[in-house]
């Protein structure tokens, strides 16, 4: 079965910190991988995806980054947090192949910059 | 314009009614239309996709895909309180990597 990992669970930094969030996805190979944020009461923002080790396209363009070390991580980082990266990060992994569709999110990871 | 435009809500409804949650979109490439379920402080939930057009139906789901009025629909029947939650419509082009969804419509359904 399809499992992803996403920790921690819940996270409050302050302002300047630097930030490292990990995925790692189980049960598939080679998954399409992204991350999310929600701010609280929206919808999905698309950050980051990846399509193979090391391919990152960026949809956004702030103080985030992303990393895909391996196939299966998907790691989101910030050298210095500001107060408006608040909010629900998630990480997901997609599978689409002649008109077949999958897509997991994990848990994800509530972030609280003060 | 967005490309994909869902009514917020919120929606409140009588536990046993028929809910119709709708999206609109103006990008004719997509090609996948999907729905998910979040609940409150989770990650959200695929709960059924159409392939290009037409309706699809998963128990007490139907999703209802109109290409020619670019507008999606997802009818629940005999709706529970456990069915309250926030239902997103998402959509993808054939060969694309980025899914676009909806703002997400927060669905109460009352015992």
């Known amino acids: 079965s399809q499992t992803i990992h996403q920790w921690p669970a819940t996270l409050v930094q302050p302002v300047g910190s630097p930030l490292s969030l990990e995925c790692t996805v189980e049960?598939?190979?080679?998954?399409?991988l992204y991350w999310y944020r929600q701010a609280a009461g929206r919808g999905l923002q698309l950050l980051f995806y990846?399509?193979?080790?090391?391919?990152i396209s960026s949809e956004v363009p702030q103080n985030l980054s992303a990393s895909r070390p391996q196939d299966r991580q998907f790691i989101l980082s910030s050298k210095k947090l500001l107060l408006s990266d608040s909010g629900f990060y998630l990480c997901a992994w997609s599978v689409t192949s002649g008109g077949t569709y999958e897509q997991y999110f994990g848990p994800g990871t509530r972030l609280t910059v003060t | 314009q967005k490309e994909v435009e869902q009514d917020p809500g919120p929606l409140s409804v009588p536990e046993g009614a028929i809910v119709s949650l709708n999206c609109t979109y103006s990008?004719?490439?997509?090609?996948?239309f999907m729905w998910y379920r979040q609940y409150s402080r989770k990650g959200p939930e695929l709960l059924m996709y159409?392939?290009?057009?037409g309706n699809k139906e998963d128990g007490r789901f139907t999703a209802q895909v109109d290409k020619s009025s670019k507008y999606i629909s997802l009818f629940i029947r005999d709706s529970q309180p456990s069915d309250s939650a926030t239902y997103l419509c998402?959509?993808?082009?054939?060969?694309?990597?980025?899914?676009?969804f909806g703002a997400g419509t927060r669905l109460f359904v009352k015992a």
């Open positions: 998402a959509m993808l082009p054939r060969g694309g990597f980025k899914t676009i």
């Open positions: 990846s399509v193979g080790i090391g391919q």
């Open positions: 159409t392939y290009s057009s």
């Open positions: 049960g598939t190979s080679n998954p399409n």
């Open positions: 990008n004719s490439a997509f090609q996948y």
